[in-house]
């Protein structure tokens, strides 16, 4: 068989795993925000090739992209790949893939955020491979006025719908929802960054930034409830929704 042709076909196969992380029924839905006084909020979906024509595709998913993604919303953020891969897809939003292997590097900014702000709510969907969404997005923390305070969220809620089996190992559909205190934070927020690493094979297919100026918990805390797996030839797990949660100070 010839170079081309092997090429071909492994780029189909790894751009339909792509797709089959996405192919199971329909994730969680992320949690309605309702915050007190003044709030703004940004959402992306619908980050694919077909909307997004222009972006690089699967041969070319390491080059930088044209301009970032505006989110919709009353906020005016906007989302951005600051390094390695990702491109809007046909497998139903930014899938992390390439002829090489790595990762890939997003942003989630706001060069003007909401005047007062104490409080932001994260909530990402996202597709990929391993039994613990940090392996799917580790290193995500929220950063403002340009600097690189890493921030930790606050409070966490995570529900995994399980998928198929993909490279002898479990799939899930994550909903992950993380807010930020930001009540003690001394000096006036004027701009934030959210960043994350997205990893190999992950799927992101919506995004939310929830703003306030007024803080209270927005996302509940669950009981963690303990994740169990099938071995063997098992294709596919089923729809099973588990909790999982966090809290990091």
């Known amino acids: 068989m010839k170079f081309l042709e092997k090429r071909m076909i492994l780029?189909?196969?790894l751009a339909l795993a792509g797709s089959c992380l996405l192919a199971g029924e329909a994730r969680a839905d992320f949690l309605v925000i309702?915050?007190?006084?003044?709030?703004?909020?940004?959402?992306?979906?619908?980050?694919?090739?077909?909307?997004?024509?222009?972006?690089?595709?699967?041969?070319?998913?390491?080059?930088?992209?044209p301009s970032p993604i505006a989110g919709s919303g009353s906020a005016g953020m906007s989302l951005n790949k600051t390094a390695g891969l990702?491109?809007?897809?046909?497998?139903?939003?930014?899938?992390?893939?390439?002829?090489?292997?790595?990762?890939?590097?997003?942003?989630?900014?706001d060069a003007a955020s909401l005047s007062s702000l104490e409080t932001v709510v994260f909530q990402?969907?996202?597709?990929?491979?391993?039994?613990?969404w940090t392996n799917v997005i580790p290193s995500l923390s929220l950063n403002y006025n340009g600097g690189s305070?890493?921030?930790?969220?606050?409070?966490?809620?995570?529900?995994?719908?399980?998928?198929?089996?993909m490279f002898g190992q479990p799939s899930f559909d994550y909903t992950v929802s993380l807010q930020w205190d930001l009540t003690g934070v001394v000096d006036p927020i004027s701009s934030l960054g959210i960043q994350w690493t997205a990893a190999e094979h992950s799927v992101t297919s919506a995004l939310q930034v929830v703003q306030g100026d007024t803080m209270v918990q927005a996302v509940p805390e669950p009981a963690t409830v303990g994740l169990v797996f099938l071995s063997g030839m098992v294709m596919w797990l089923g729809r099973r929704r588990v909790h999982i949660n966090g809290r990091m100070s």
Do not use: C, H, R
């Not at 497998?91 to 390439?98: R, S």
């Not at 990402?124 to 613990?132: C, K, L, T």
């Not at 921030?151 to 198929?164: C, F, I, M, N, R």
């Open 34 to 65: 309702n915050l007190p006084g003044t709030s703004e909020v940004s959402n992306w979906s619908g980050m694919t090739a077909v909307n997004y024509p222009g972006y690089p595709v699967y041969p070319t998913s390491a080059n930088p992209w």
């Open 124 to 132: 990402i969907q996202v597709s990929g491979i391993g039994a613990s």
């Open 86 to 109: 990702g491109f809007p897809s046909n497998g139903g939003g930014i899938y992390v893939g390439g002829p090489v292997s790595g990762s890939g590097n997003f942003v989630v900014s």
């Open 149 to 165: 305070q890493a921030l930790v969220w606050d409070y966490s809620q995570v529900e995994a719908v399980a998928g198929p089996i």
């Open 11 to 13: 780029n189909g196969a």
